[in-house]
């Protein structure tokens, strides 16, 4: 409920929700622990039942291969050198790339208790609740930095906006929630930023507000129900 309100705006529930599900589970994993320093590979994704981050987990039926997908730089250059999200999920490849090096897995499309707290965070910076948002914010990032982090301080509920906009992009990486976060931030005229790719040789564009954004109904749905 706390992803499906901030989806649609409505800051007040988002808050809600979350917090009544970080009241039940709000444990987070503090990646400078050993344990996961000694298997980084594995800290993102966990151990799909055991996993201490996981609020409702559900595997989606196709696994995926995703060590080679190149990070964009402007992703790469939103992490700081001690964040151990970047050294422990990122490598280089031969032709000098940065990638997303966790291992191919069948991803996860429940919830885990990080995104909970990034909810939590932007619902109450919309709401001008700059220093809970805050509080979340560097909650987080006081599990996922070698030694302490950069404290995040702001001024006003924008900036605030900003600050948990790009902990969701370092957070969120690779977990399938940007593309949603485009679309929304789209309608708040908050994004407008033009994709470009060139993939052998030929060079692909989605702009913003496109109507590539919208994913076409399956032909077999069709053939179910002709009046989709």
């Known amino acids: 409920l706390s992803r499906l309100y901030l989806y649609t705006f409505d800051w007040v529930n988002a808050e809600k929700y979350a917090s ?7 444990i987070l994993k503090n ?12 800290t993102k994704e966990g151990d799909f039942i055991n996993d201490e981050e996981m609020i409702f987990g559900r595997r989606c039926s196709q696994s995926m291969t995703i060590h080679e997908a190149i990070i964009a730089n402007d992703l790469k250059n939103l992490f700081e050198p001690t964040d151990l999200r970047y050294i422990f999920f990122t490598d280089v490849d031969n032709e000098g790339n940065t990638i997303y090096a966790n291992l191919s897995i069948q991803p996860n499309s429940g919830i885990y208790t990080p995104e909970l707290y990034l909810i939590r965070a932007e619902a109450n910076a919309r709401l001008g609740n700059i220093d809970l948002a805050m509080n979340d914010l560097n909650t987080l990032r006081e599990n996922r930095f070698e030694g302490t982090p950069p404290i995040l301080n702001v001024s006003n509920a924008e900036d605030a906006i900003q ?37 052998r040789g030929e ?13 076409g109904i399956s032909p077999l749905i069709l053939e179910w129900n002709e009046n989709l």
């Open 20 to 26: 009544l599900a970080l009241a039940s589970h709000n």
């Open 31 to 42: 990646y400078s622990d050993a344990k996961y320093k000694a298997n980084p590979q594995k």
């Open 163 to 199: 600050k948990v906009l790009e902990e969701r992009q370092r957070e969120l990486m690779f977990m399938g929630l940007r593309w949603y976060d485009m679309k929304r931030l789209y309608v708040l005229g908050e994004y407008n930023k033009t994709l470009s790719r060139t993939i």
């Open 203 to 215: 060079t692909h564009t989605l702009e913003p507000g496109s109507d590539k954004y919208v994913i």
